[in-house]
């Protein structure tokens, strides 16, 4: 799975909520963080090219997902609805006692 501790929003309209949001992902994700690679970058310029709708940063996540088997995503960012092999999570709905 991948993803990204709560937004900017979240940040900025409660800074409590924000750290309690980070705090849970670190509990969540411990052993389950992945590094970015030369490889990583370099595959993320490559599919920018087929999913126009991914920024920078989530065609690294795409990219990261691909070269380590990984098919769902933790995100609010609708763009991954249209990338194939992909199962985008909402986080609103998201039950982390089921992953």
Do not use: C, W, Y
């Amino acid at each position: 799975m991948s993803g990204s501790p709560g937004n900017r929003r979240t940040r900025a309209g409660d800074p409590l909520k924000g750290l309690q949001i980070f705090d849970h992902f670190d509990r969540l994700m411990t052993g389950r963080i992945l590094p970015v690679t030369d490889t990583d970058v370099r595959e993320a310029r490559a599919l920018g090219e087929q999913h126009l709708r991914l920024g920078p940063r989530d065609l690294i996540h795409l990219a990261i997902m691909r070269n380590h088997g990984v098919s769902q995503i933790v995100t609010a960012d609708r763009g991954f609805d249209e990338v194939e092999g992909v199962m985008r999570i909402d986080p609103r709905g998201f039950d982390p006692s089921s992953h």
